[in-house]
C-alpha cells in the first residue's frame, strides 16, 4: 500500500471525530524510519488538523532490525517527532509500558478529548517481559521510573529506553559480577516528554520568583540517587542528551547511534555503536574513575575482559 495514501487516510479518520459520537479510534503502523521518510511531512499536518490517533513505529530504532541496510535504520525518529508540539511520544521496552501508554492514551484524547497524537515505538525483537514493578504507572506516563532498586548498595545509576533498555540491565549484571558494582536501572519511556516537562516547570520557576520552585520530574526521580548516571539509548545522542539540564549529578554520560549503521546482526549492530552491555559497563566504569570512586586500571581490565576495540576508526562512521 502506498505509505502517502495510508497516511492520508489516517489523518481523515483521526480528525473526523465528534465528542458525543463513540470514536473511531485510528492507527497507522509502519517502518519507524522507512515509512517515515514518505510521511514525515503529513504527520506534521496531523498536528496542525488537532487529528487523535495512534502511529506506530514499529521495527523503531537503529540496531532493533538486523540485515536491513541503512534505509529502516531508525536513528533519529523520535527526535523529529518531539518537535511536533502535540504529538506525544515514547519508546517502550516492556509490553507492560506499551499497555500503560496506550489505556492513557485512550483517555486522554477520546475521555478527556485532548487534541493531541501518539507516536509509540515499537521494537522487531522477542524476548521475555516481565511483571511491572509495583507503582509504576505515573512514571512510565511520565517518562521515566525506576526499574530496579538496589538500595544503599547502587554506585551508579544506568537509564536507558526501547531496545537498548535490556542492554543497560545486562550491563548491571556485568558491572555486578566482574566488579562488585551495583547499578540502579531507569527505564525512561520518554525522552521528549521529560524535555517538555523539564522547560515547563523551568519557565514556571523563573516566572514566580517568590514562590516555592517547580521540581522537573527527571530531578524528583534522581535526587539522592547515588553515582553518576549513564543513558543510553538506540537514537542518536541528542536524544538522550536533551534532559541533561534537569539531571542532579554532578555526571551525565550518554551513548547513542550517532553515524552510518550497518546491515548486520543487532549484537554486531551495538557493539559498533558502542551501546551493548559491554560499552554501557565500561562508560560506568569510567565515570566512577572520573569521581574518583574507582582507580584507572579497572577500566582497562574492563577493556581487555570484555575484548572492546580501542582502535576503530570513526572516521568511517561519517
Not at 502535540?86 to 478527556?112: H, K, Q, W
Amino acid at each position: 500500500i502506498n505509505e502517502a495514501g495510508a497516511m492520508c487516510d489516517w489523518i481523515a479518520a483521526a480528525s473526523s471525530y465528534s465528542n458525543h459520537d463513540l470514536p473511531m479510534i485510528p492507527f497507522y503502523i509502519f517502518y519507524s524510519m522507512f515509512g517515515f521518510q514518505r510521511v514525515g511531512d503529513l504527520m506534521w499536518a496531523a498536528g496542525d488538523m488537532q487529528a487523535r490517533g495512534f502511529l506506530m513505529g514499529a521495527t523503531a530504532g537503529r540496531t532493533t532490525l538486523a540485515g536491513e541496510g541503512l534505509q529502516h535504520q531508525d536513528g533519529h525518529g523520535h527526535v523529529l517527532m518531539g518537535t511536533i508540539p502535540n504529538c506525544v511520544s515514547y519508546d517502550p521496552t516492556f509490553a507492560y509500558e506499551l499497555a500503560v501508554i496506550m489505556r492513557d492514551g485512550l483517555y486522554r484524547m477520546y475521555e478527556r478529548g485532548e487534541n493531541i497524537y501518539y507516536y509509540i515505538s515499537v521494537m522487531n525483537e522477542n524476548y521475555a517481559h516481565p511483571a511491572m514493578p509495583e507503582g509504576a504507572e505515573e512514571g512510565i506516563l511520565r517518562g521515566l521510573y525506576k526499574f530496579r532498586d538496589q538500595g544503599a548498595k547502587e554506585q551508579v545509576q544506568l537509564m536507558g529506553s526501547g531496545s537498548i533498555l535490556r542492554e543497560a540491565i545486562k550491563a548491571a549484571d556485568l558491572l555486578r559480577e566482574d566488579f562488585g558494582i551495583e547499578a540502579g536501572i531507569w527505564s525512561a519511556t520518554s525522552f521528549n516528554e521529560l524535555q517538555r516537562d523539564g522547560h515547563e516547570k523551568t519557565r514556571w520557576n523563573l516566572l514566580h520568583p517568590g514562590e516555592a520552585p517547580r521540581v522537573t520530574h527527571v530531578e524528583a526521580c534522581l535526587q539522592g540517587a547515588k553515582g553518576p548516571v549513564i543513558a543510553a539509548t538506540d537514537y542518536v545522542r541528542a536524544h538522550a542528551d536533551q534532559i541533561r539540564a534537569w539531571i542532579p549529578q554532578s555526571r551525565y554520560v550518554v551513548l547513542g547511534t550517532d553515524g552510518f549503521g550497518r546491515s548486520d546482526r543487532r549484537s554486531a549492530l551495538r557493539s559498533h555503536f558502542e551501546v551493548d552491555s559491554r560499552h554501557i559497563a565500561l562508560a560506568a566504569l569510567s565515570a566512577l574513575v572520573s569521581e574518583g570512586v574507582l582507580k584507572a586500571d579497572v577500566v582497562a581490565k574492563a577493556i581487555a575482559s570484555y575484548g572492546i576495540d580501542t582502535e576503530v576508526d570513526w572516521s568511517l562512521n561519517r
